[in-house]
């Protein structure tokens, strides 16, 4: 049983719609967890299902199933046409996409990580681990996965595309033993093996544990350019411009960028484009998750916001061809893909870096905060407004660390921090499905005092 053949069936037990689209899904999973510095459980798992979608006029339905047998790809279609049937018909929405060819081709597919197994992983796990403990760290948790996915998108159309990425993740977490221990977290994000480094990893950890060890609570308040590291910052602006850029947020008066396409919504400074064809990201890919075509395309420009992301229903809404940003996938998992609902997303959120490393550019600033953890980086996605509490900052004068500091809250607004950016590094990191640097910010306040 294959992606074909469930998709051909799927597609056959269809012929009371009047169009019908199948996106199907087949991946191996590989797992280590770690507890207290030493392997608790190794998983490996395999899936394969789908979703179909119906349309029958302007009604949509919609079912997912894991598929053991081709009956069941059957069963899930006929499932998809009873919920068209109760649905109520939409405004817009009449046509699933058409097919056309694709322009980008990235290559995401590592054959090491295809074929990883448990012990590779228990290796390099117990590695981080061993990394960090030598340097006096335990590491309470920590996990690494490694996977592939292979999709295939067909619809009543004529839509027919494939496409296959594999998947690294690792996350670890460090502390330092006393009665005021510090904390330490490292992530890896990547389609590929090679870029996972577990004594660097290790060593991170054990660094970043020390110092949050070292660090004391501000005696007051500051109000200083703010730089933030690529690992926090990457989840805040995933959140924050995954959110604005959204078409269907935006027709729904759900982001803060409604509304402002041509005008200025970030500094000059800040370029945003979402390019679906680096290879450097997980989901890179040459057809979106509705078998479009995928394109680079600019979301801001010096500043100015260009375009919105649109996946087969947001664009119906307006009159419009898609932009290829029909999603179902995330960057952290290789499980069960099939069973997302479509809707417009970014793949990889690129942000144009600066020409000075991140030691140069902090050095040339009289004072200025260094943020390196947060509790959790959440940021507002409707708004832009977060208040974090910092888990490890720094003051520094030129570059050169006046203090540590740690429970402190930073409050302030992404959405105005991107307007008041002062400087870009070009330090780029991949964190979840954002590419960027260390950016600074000013009108964010470091809030300190008992």
Same mark, same amino acid.
């Given at each position: 049983m &294959?992606?074909?053949?469930?998709? &051909?069936?799927?597609?056959?037990?269809?012929?009371?719609?009047?169009?019908?689209?199948?996106?199907?899904?087949?991946?191996?999973?590989?797992?280590?967890?770690?507890?207290?510095?030493?392997?608790?459980?190794?998983?490996?798992?395999?899936?394969?299902?789908?979703?179909?979608?119906?349309?029958?006029?302007?009604?949509?339905?919609?079912?997912?199933?894991t598929?053991?047998?081709?009956?069941?790809?059957?069963?899930?279609?006929?499932?998809?046409?009873?919920?068209?049937?109760?649905?109520?018909?939409?405004?817009?929405?009449?046509?699933?996409?058409?097919?056309?060819?694709?322009?980008?081709?990235?290559?995401?597919?590592? %054959?090491?990580?295809?074929?990883?197994?448990?012990?590779?992983?228990?290796?390099?796990?117990?590695?981080?681990?061993?990394?960090?403990?030598?340097?006096?760290?335990?590491?309470?948790?920590?996990?690494v996965?490694?996977?592939?996915?292979?999709?295939?998108?067909?619809?009543?159309?004529?839509?027919?595309?494939?496409?296959?990425?594999?998947?690294?993740?690792?996350?670890?977490?460090?502390?330092?033993?006393? %009665?005021? %221990?510090?904390?330490?977290?490292?992530? /890896?994000?990547?389609p590929?093996?090679?870029?996972?480094?577990?004594?660097?990893?290790?060593?991170?950890?054990?660094?970043?544990?020390?110092?949050?060890?070292?660090?004391?609570?501000?005696?007051?308040?500051?109000?200083?350019?703010?730089?933030?590291v690529?690992?926090?910052?990457?989840?805040?602006?995933?959140?924050?411009?995954?959110?604005?850029?959204?078409?269907?947020l935006?027709?729904?008066?759900?982001?803060p960028?409604?509304?402002?396409?041509?005008e200025?919504?970030?500094?000059?400074?800040?370029?945003?484009?979402?390019?679906?064809g680096?290879?450097?990201?997980?989901?890179?890919? %040459?057809?979106?998750?509705?078998?479009?075509?995928?394109?680079?395309?600019?979301?801001?420009?010096?500043?100015?916001?260009?375009?919105?992301?649109?996946?087969? /229903?947001?664009?119906?809404?307006?009159?419009?061809?898609?932009?290829?940003?029909?999603?179902?996938?995330?960057?952290?998992?290789?499980?069960?893909?099939?069973?997302?609902?479509?809707?417009?997303?970014?793949?990889?959120?690129?942000?144009?870096?600066?020409?000075?490393?991140?030691?140069?550019?902090?050095?040339?600033?009289?004072?200025?905060v260094?943020?390196?953890?947060?509790?959790?980086?959440?940021?507002?996605?409707?708004?832009?407004?977060?208040?974090?509490?910092?888990?490890l900052?720094?003051?520094?004068?030129?570059?050169?660390?006046?203090?540590?500091?740690?429970?402190?809250?930073?409050?302030?607004?992404?959405?105005?921090?991107?307007?008041?950016v002062?400087?870009?590094?070009?330090?780029?990191?991949?964190?979840?499905?954002?590419?960027?640097?260390?950016?600074?910010?000013?009108?964010?306040?470091?809030?300190?005092?008992?």
């Amino acid at each position: 049983m &294959d992606l074909r053949e469930l998709t &051909d069936r799927a597609l056959k037990a269809c012929q009371d719609a009047s169009q019908a689209e199948v996106f199907a899904a087949s991946g191996r999973t590989v797992s280590v967890y770690l507890d207290d510095g030493r392997i608790k459980n190794v998983e490996e798992k395999e899936d394969i299902g789908l979703s179909v979608r119906v349309l029958k006029g302007r009604r949509v339905g919609q079912a997912s199933s894991t598929c053991a047998t081709v009956e069941d790809a059957e069963r899930c279609a006929r499932a998809a046409l009873r919920l068209a049937d109760l649905a109520p018909a939409s405004k817009s929405f009449d046509r699933l996409p058409s097919p056309a060819r694709a322009t980008l081709a990235p290559n995401n597919w590592d %054959p090491l990580v295809a074929e990883l197994d448990g012990s590779t992983l228990g290796e390099l796990a117990s590695a981080v681990a061993g990394a960090a403990e030598g340097r006096g760290v335990k590491v309470p948790k920590g996990m690494v996965r490694g996977g592939g996915v292979e999709t295939l998108v067909r619809n009543t159309n004529g839509v027919d595309a494939e496409n296959r990425y594999t998947l690294v993740f690792a996350d670890f977490s460090s502390m330092t033993s006393g %009665p005021n %221990p510090g904390e330490g977290v490292a992530s /890896y994000t990547s389609p590929w093996l090679e870029g996972l480094d577990p004594y660097c990893m290790g060593a991170s950890l054990a660094e970043q544990a020390k110092a949050a060890a070292g660090a004391s609570s501000l005696p007051s308040s500051l109000q200083l350019p703010v730089f933030i590291v690529p690992s926090e910052l990457g989840s805040m602006l995933d959140s924050l411009v995954g959110t604005a850029a959204s078409a269907d947020l935006v027709q729904r008066k759900r982001s803060p960028w409604a509304g402002k396409l041509g005008e200025r919504v970030a500094s000059s400074e800040i370029t945003i484009v979402d390019d679906p064809g680096d290879p450097r990201a997980v989901l890179s890919a %040459p057809y979106d998750d509705e078998g479009v075509p995928t394109a680079v395309r600019p979301v801001v420009e010096n500043g100015v916001l260009r375009s919105y992301l649109y996946d087969a /229903y947001a664009s119906s809404v307006e009159g419009r061809a898609p932009s290829g940003n029909g999603l179902r996938r995330g960057p952290h998992n290789s499980q069960y893909v099939f069973r997302g609902n479509v809707s417009p997303g970014h793949f990889n959120l690129v942000v144009s870096p600066g020409s000075q490393s991140r030691e140069r550019m902090l050095s040339s600033f009289d004072r200025c905060v260094l943020i390196e953890k947060f509790s959790s980086p959440d940021v507002n996605p409707v708004t832009g407004a977060f208040a974090l509490e910092v888990r490890l900052g720094h003051v520094l004068d030129h570059g050169s660390v006046e203090r540590s500091f740690r429970h402190a809250l930073l409050v302030g607004n992404l959405v105005e921090g991107l307007k008041n950016v002062v400087a870009i590094g070009r330090d780029v990191e991949v964190v979840r499905s954002t590419i960027l640097p260390t950016i600074g910010m000013e009108g964010i306040e470091v809030v300190g005092g008992d």
